[in-house]
């Protein structure tokens, strides 16, 4: 610690494995622009980082020269000598492990072919899917559309004109009471015209206000009718 405290914290520098890792990768990149082939930091697999290079010293002497119009140059010679060793400390430098930085076409590129084929395998369930539900939904509404129809049952008879209820209700006798009143005020003529009708109670059995449907249809056979006109009322079930 008293290494990256002398060498790096006291520049200026946060000493974490984070930042260490944004750092070398700087410096990698300034190395790269300098056109150096040589890879100076090295990435010890779960250990940490290298440092090996060449050091060259370069001293800068001050030379005084007097030129014919009297002014004063200075000029700094590059004093090369051989490349000293790295010292113990420095050769071998090994940091705290962080995982080497990654670029995005390395993670790319390092992706196994396993991994694609599972991708692919997940995007065709994914498509395939929605099909599959789609036909079940249909295959369950061909297969109980006939469930799904009411029981008619009939009423009273009036003339020409036939009065169903649906459903479970059988009717009583204060049901044909209450649907003989609710259909008089219908401008229908049963006989002369043939009508189905349709009378239903939300609450046959409660003495609340009761919300009544009644559909007087046209037949032109059996089950088929050509049209329907809807009624609604809310009356009073008084038993």
Not at 37 to 61: C, H, W, Y
Not at 134 to 149: D, E, I, P, R, S
Request: glycine share 4%; hydrophobic share 40%; charged share 25%.
């Amino acid at each position: 610690m008293s290494f990256l405290q002398s060498v790096w914290v006291n520049y200026g520098f946060v000493a974490s494995n984070a930042g260490l890792n944004n750092y070398i990768s700087e410096l990698r990149k300034a190395f790269i622009a300098l056109e150096m082939n040589r890879e100076v930091i090295k990435t010890i697999p779960k250990l940490g980082f290298r440092m090996s290079a060449d050091i060259q010293s370069v001293v800068k002497t001050e030379r005084k020269e007097s030129s014919e119009n009297g002014i004063v140059e200075r000029i700094y010679e590059d004093n090369r000598k051989e490349p000293a060793p790295l010292s113990p400390g420095l050769k071998d430098l090994q940091i705290a492990p962080e995982k080497p930085v990654v670029t995005q076409q390395e993670q790319i590129d390092s992706i196994p072919p396993r991994r694609g084929r599972r991708a692919l395998e997940f995007k065709a369930v994914m498509f395939a899917l929605p099909l599959v539900l789609a036909l079940l939904v249909l295959f369950f509404l061909f297969t109980t559309k006939a469930n799904n129809q009411a029981q008619k049952n009939l009423l009273y008879q009036e003339g020409l004109c036939k009065v169903f209820t649906l459903g479970a209700d059988k009717g009583t006798e204060e049901m044909v009471i209450r649907a003989k009143k609710q259909i008089s005020d219908i401008d229908i003529n049963c006989q002369r015209d043939k009508h189905d009708l349709f009378y239903v109670e939300q609450h046959p059995d409660s003495n609340v206000i009761n919300r009544v449907f009644i559909a007087v249809c046209n037949p032109v056979g059996s089950d088929e009718y050509s049209s329907c006109t809807n009624y609604k009322y809310n009356q009073v079930v008084i038993k």
